[in-house]
């Protein structure tokens, strides 16, 4: 399964590199397949490559379903 996550772009360099921010992790990723992208920009990130720009509400409730997830296995990982 692929995944894309929603990541905040945070600074923007000369060879279509961003630095970008993915929860509490700042990685760099490529943003050559997407135009127009500047700081403040929220991107779907997969494999180092920004695939898509998307609103800033679509990327908050994206980032509510990860961490609902992430609550929920932390959960079952409680209980057993």
């Keep these: 399964m692929c995944l894309a996550v929603p990541a905040i772009v945070v600074q923007i360099h000369d060879d279509n590199i961003a630095t970008v921010e993915i929860g509490n992790v700042t990685m760099e990723a490529s943003v050559m397949l ?3 992208v500047k700081p ?3 991107l779907l990130i997969h494999a180092g ?3 898509e720009k998307i609103d800033s509400e679509e990327a908050q409730k994206t980032i509510s379903l990860l ?3 992430k609550n929920l296995d932390e959960m079952k990982g409680l209980s057993e």
């Design 34 to 36: 997407v135009e127009d």
């Design 40 to 42: 403040g920009d929220y």
């Design 49 to 51: 490559f920004a695939i």
């Design 67 to 69: 961490e609902e997830i």
